[in-house]
């Protein structure tokens, strides 16, 4: 990403959204747009091939945990490049969270047609990359779930993001809004700085792997399986201890 390509998408103002919503194909018939590749930038890859083949992979690995009419809450979404395929899962149930409104707004519109079933929700969270103005703390910030209520939690390439207060936060979140048989998939990346378990900035955070584990246990949550690596993030499957 070129330090151009960063100051367009970090500055996108949602009043500017339409400008930005503008498509090189016609829209397909019963089909959902693409996002553009300033909202596909700000959601990791602005490559087309590499954003559908990272989206089908995880929604894949979601899927194959999923139980029957599954809930599932999708924290840190983006401009839905898991949504879109768990759009093709009939019976699902979504709600997607994030801090960075143009995506927000552009999932919102995209999916109206389905708001019964999948439903976007922008918190202002602050965040110096994703969104410098925002006011709310995320180590404060309740999903907008009920206790229980959700079959699967997905932190898609999120927790590579949060410094560690916010991820102890959201784990304890995360705990909260689970059914009993409910899980969770996060994936993280396992290579902390030497000397220490949790390093970096928002760019790229890391985690030493055991020191993540017990931060699960600390939040009640249990390592259900070791995934294993999904486009370089180690991702973990959870469940309540
Ligand atoms: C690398 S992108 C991944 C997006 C999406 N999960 C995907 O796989 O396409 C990280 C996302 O997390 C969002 N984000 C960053 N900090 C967040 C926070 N504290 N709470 C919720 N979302 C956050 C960003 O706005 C961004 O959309």
Redesign the pocket.
Known sequence: MSSADTIMWRNVRPQALHKIDEQTWPPQPHSLPLPNEVLRE???VSDLAAFFA??EA?SQMVAHYLPASPRVL??????G??ARFFYLIPGLTYVG????RP?ILWCSKVFAHVDDRFRFFH?D?H?E???PDGVVK?SE?AFPVDDGETDMV?????F???FEP?ARH?LAEIARVLAPAGRAIISIHVTPEAGSSYSGD?ARIDIDKTYFEAMCAEAGLAVAEQIGVIYGQTAYLLARA
């Open positions: 700000a959601s990791s990272i989206g995880w999708d924290v840190g979404c983006g401009c490049k898991l969270v994030d801090l960075y995506s918190f969270g965040s990359v994703y969104n995320a910030y997905v932190c898609a390439s999120l590579t993001h949060l916010d959201y928002e």
